[in-house]
């Protein structure tokens, strides 16, 4: 088949595809319709259809006949796959290993999310979590060796049972002074158990390495808050003044602006290169409209760390 009939074919599909899925998902036990490749005794084959995802594949005489998936729609064959009860999967829950993604933070802030493993780079077993000082040092306010939660104190986490990590290092936020200006905000905090922990970042995957900010870069990140989101790049060398609450104002320079892909919590995901999974920042601020963070190389150079790469 030509690349140019592929084509037609795929867009056919399509067609049937979106006429009959209302029907198709009003059937007792499906979840879901898509498009794949069709399965032979659990093994996909190069034959396009129309995939019918359920909670529980079940014999035909278990059904009603009015619940029973066709083999084909007009001509298009189907294919039942099971896949389960598919439900939101808030980054918000205590889990073990924690993976970079979810919801972190000092008992004294609310909660904010862990970016990404480090490893000192004098001392490569060494190993730790990176977010950001107002995520995991209070901006400022705490102590090294205070107890680090996951998840975070709004999602429910208490020093009782949660406590991850301790707090490593922080680089030191100057406020109030826009001559006083600052690279990063970010901080460490060193795994209570290494096994607690894994690199994989949910929803994306063990990062490939570091890479520079280019305008119109598609990036990628996964957070607390909004979980897993795309953005572009829109800004590079950016300098801005970003509000902190009561410690005040805090003045940015080289930094990154993207476009909107955060709210209040994502602060520490790690930002990566669509493309190659390289990151690239490390997410701190953000308005409705736009979403800051710092290079990475900023963060890592202070810090005196390297990523945990795949």
Same mark, same amino acid.
């Given at each position: 088949?030509?690349?140019?009939?592929?084509? %037609?074919?795929?867009?056919?599909?399509?067609?049937?595809?979106?006429?009959?899925?209302?029907?198709?998902?009003?059937? @007792?036990?499906?979840?879901?319709?898509?498009?794949?490749?069709?399965?032979?005794?659990?093994?996909?084959?190069?034959? =396009?259809?129309?995939?019918?995802?359920?909670?529980?594949?079940?014999?035909?005489?278990?059904?009603?006949?009015?619940?029973?998936?066709?083999?084909?729609?007009?001509?298009?064959?189907?294919?039942?796959?099971? !896949?389960?009860?598919?439900?939101?999967?808030?980054?918000?829950?205590?889990?073990?290993?924690?993976?970079?993604?979810?919801?972190?933070?000092?008992?004294?802030?609310?909660?904010?999310?862990?970016?990404?493993?480090?490893?000192? @780079?004098?001392?490569?077993?060494?190993?730790?979590?990176?977010?950001?000082?107002?995520?995991?040092? *209070?901006?400022?306010?705490?102590?090294?060796?205070?107890?680090?939660?996951?998840? $975070?104190?709004?999602?429910? $986490?208490?020093?009782?049972?949660?406590?991850?990590?301790?707090?490593?290092?922080?680089?030191?936020?100057?406020?109030?002074?826009?001559?006083?200006?600052?690279?990063?905000?970010?901080?460490?905090?060193?795994?209570?158990?290494?096994?607690?922990? #894994?690199?994989?970042?949910? $929803?994306? &995957?063990?990062?490939?390495?570091?890479?520079?900010?280019?305008?119109? %870069?598609? !990036?990628?990140? +996964?957070?607390?808050?909004?979980?897993? =989101? !795309?953005?572009?790049?829109?800004?590079?060398?950016?300098?801005?003044?970003?509000?902190?609450?009561?410690? &005040?104002?805090?003045?940015?320079? *080289?930094?990154? %602006? =993207?476009? *909107? %892909? +955060?709210?209040?919590?994502?602060?520490?995901?790690?930002?990566?290169?669509?493309? =190659?999974?390289?990151?690239?920042?490390?997410?701190?601020?953000?308005?409705?409209?736009?979403?800051?963070?710092?290079? #990475?190389?900023?963060?890592?150079?202070?810090?005196?760390?390297?990523? !945990? @790469?795949?």
């Amino acid at each position: 088949m030509t690349h140019e009939k592929e084509k %037609m074919h795929f867009a056919k599909i399509q067609q049937v595809k979106e006429s009959g899925e209302g029907s198709l998902l009003g059937l @007792t036990n499906v979840v879901g319709i898509g498009i794949g490749y069709k399965e032979v005794k659990g093994e996909a084959t190069n034959e =396009t259809c129309i995939s019918v995802y359920v909670q529980k594949k079940m014999a035909l005489e278990e059904l009603e006949s009015c619940d029973q998936i066709p083999k084909a729609l007009n001509d298009v064959k189907t294919d039942v796959i099971e !896949v389960g009860r598919i439900e939101a999967q808030a980054f918000t829950s205590r889990v073990r290993p924690a993976k970079p993604g979810y919801s972190i933070g000092h008992p004294r802030v609310t909660a904010g999310t862990f970016g990404c493993l480090v490893r000192k @780079t004098c001392s490569p077993c060494r190993i730790f979590m990176l977010s950001n000082n107002h995520v995991l040092a *209070n901006s400022n306010a705490a102590n090294i060796g205070d107890l680090i939660l996951q998840p $975070g104190s709004a999602d429910g $986490g208490n020093l009782t049972g949660d406590a991850i990590a301790r707090l490593s290092r922080f680089i030191r936020i100057r406020f109030n002074d826009p001559e006083a200006y600052n690279l990063v905000d970010a901080a460490i905090a060193k795994p209570i158990g290494r096994r607690n922990v #894994i690199a994989s970042i949910v $929803g994306i &995957g063990i990062p490939k390495g570091t890479v520079e900010a280019t305008l119109g %870069m598609a !990036v990628i990140k +996964s957070g607390r808050t909004t979980e897993t =989101t !795309v953005g572009k790049v829109i800004g590079v060398d950016v300098t801005v003044a970003v509000g902190f609450g009561s410690p &005040g104002v805090a003045y940015f320079r *080289n930094q990154i %602006m =993207t476009t *909107n %892909m +955060s709210q209040g919590g994502d602060s520490g995901s790690l930002l990566l290169s669509e493309k =190659t999974s390289e990151a690239t920042g490390l997410l701190f601020a953000g308005s409705s409209s736009v979403t800051i963070h710092n290079n #990475i190389s900023n963060v890592l150079m202070a810090l005196g760390v390297e990523i !945990v @790469t795949a």
